[in-house]
C-alpha cells in the first residue's frame, strides 16, 4: 500500500513539476528581483548593491504616493462594487433563467470580449467618451446638446466605467459556476416553508452564492490596483494610480530602487486588504450559518 502511495506521489510531483518549475521561473524570479532591488541605493544611472531601508522610508513619509494610494483603493474598491453588482445578476439569469442546452452558448458570448486586446478596448471605450466621440456626435446630431460634454471623458467615472467593463467576464464567470453548485431543492424547500422569493435569495441563494462573489471581488479588485493602460488614457494622466507612479519611477526617472519599493509596499498593503477581507468574509458566514 505505501509503495503504492508513493507511486502516486511520485507520478503526481512529475505532472506537477514542468508547470511549478515555470512559475517559479515566470512569477517567483521577477517578484525576489524586485524585492531585492528595493533594498538597494540609486547611483546615476546605475544601481548601487548596497543594503538600505532609505526607499521604504521615502516612500511612507511621501505624501504623494498616499494620495496616489488612497485614490488607487478607492478607484478599485468603486470598480469592484460596480463590477460585482451588474455581474451577478447576469450570472444569475444564466443559471436560474436560461435553458441548460443555451447555456454554451451564454458562456460563450460573455467571453468575446477576451479575443480582442485590452489595450484595443481601452481605446474604443475612449472613442466612445471623447470630445468628438460617439455619444457626443449622437446627441448633437438629435438636438439635444450644442457643444460637446467635456465631462464625459478624462475623470474618475470614466475611469471606473472602462474598467469595470473590461473585467465584467472575470466577475460574471465565478459567481455563475458558484450559482450552478447551488441544490435547487433547497430553493424549494424555502419556498414550500412560506419564504417569499426574495427571502428565499437573501437567505438561501445570497450565502450559498458567496464564495463565488468572493472570488470575484478578489480577481477584480487585485488586478485593477496594479492597471496603468486606463488611467494614461482614458484620465488622460490627470489621475494617475499608484502603477502610474512606479512607472514613472522605473522608466521616467530610472530611479529602480524607489520604484520596486513602491511596487512591494504596494502589493503588501493590496495583500493586507485582501486577507482582512477574507478574515471578515468567513465571519460573516458564520453569522449568517
Do not use: C
Amino acid at each position: 500500500m505505501a509503495v503504492a502511495n508513493g507511486k502516486e506521489a511520485a507520478q503526481g510531483l512529475r505532472i506537477v513539476a514542468p508547470p511549478l518549475v515555470y512559475a517559479v521561473l515566470m512569477l517567483g524570479v521577477p517578484l525576489l528581483t524586485i524585492l531585492a532591488y528595493s533594498f538597494f541605493k540609486d547611483g546615476y544611472l546605475t544601481v548601487v548593491r548596497e543594503f538600505t531601508l532609505e526607499n521604504y522610508r521615502a516612500v511612507w513619509a511621501d505624501p504623494i504616493f498616499r494620495t496616489i494610494m488612497i485614490r488607487s483603493l478607492s478607484v478599485a474598491a468603486m470598480v469592484t462594487l460596480a463590477t460585482v453588482l451588474l455581474a451577478f445578476p447576469v450570472a444569475y439569469f444564466l443559471s436560474f433563467v436560461v435553458p441548460p442546452d443555451r447555456k454554451a452558448l451564454w458562456i460563450f458570448l460573455i467571453t468575446i470580449p477576451f479575443w480582442t486586446s485590452y489595450l484595443i478596448r481601452v481605446f474604443l471605450w475612449k472613442v466612445i467618451l471623447g470630445f468628438n466621440g460617439v455619444i457626443n456626435s449622437g446627441l448633437k446630431s438629435l438636438g439635444v446638446i450644442d457643444q460637446p460634454l467635456s465631462f464625459l471623458l478624462y475623470n474618475t467615472g470614466s475611469i471606473v466605467m472602462t474598467l469595470a467593463h473590461a473585467y465584467a467576464p472575470f466577475a460574471i464567470l465565478p459567481i455563475y459556476v458558484a450559482l450552478e453548485k447551488i441544490d435547487r431543492s433547497l430553493l424549494e424547500a424555502g419556498r414550500d416553508l412560506g419564504e417569499s422569493r426574495a427571502m428565499t435569495f437573501w437567505r438561501v441563494t445570497l450565502p450559498l452564492a458567496m464564495p463565488g462573489v468572493l472570488a470575484a471581488v478578489l480577481i477584480v479588485f487585485i488586478p485593477v490596483i496594479g492597471d496603468y493602460v486606463t488611467p494614461a488614457l482614458i484620465g488622460g494622466g490627470k489621475i494617475p494610480m499608484v502603477a502610474n507612479m512606479i512607472q514613472s519611477q522605473m522608466l521616467d526617472q530610472d530611479n529602480r530602487p524607489l520604484g520596486s519599493a513602491l511596487a512591494v509596499t504596494a502589493m503588501l498593503i493590496v495583500a493586507v486588504l485582501a486577507a482582512l477581507f477574507l478574515a471578515l468574509n468567513r465571519r460573516f458566514l458564520r453569522v449568517r450559518q
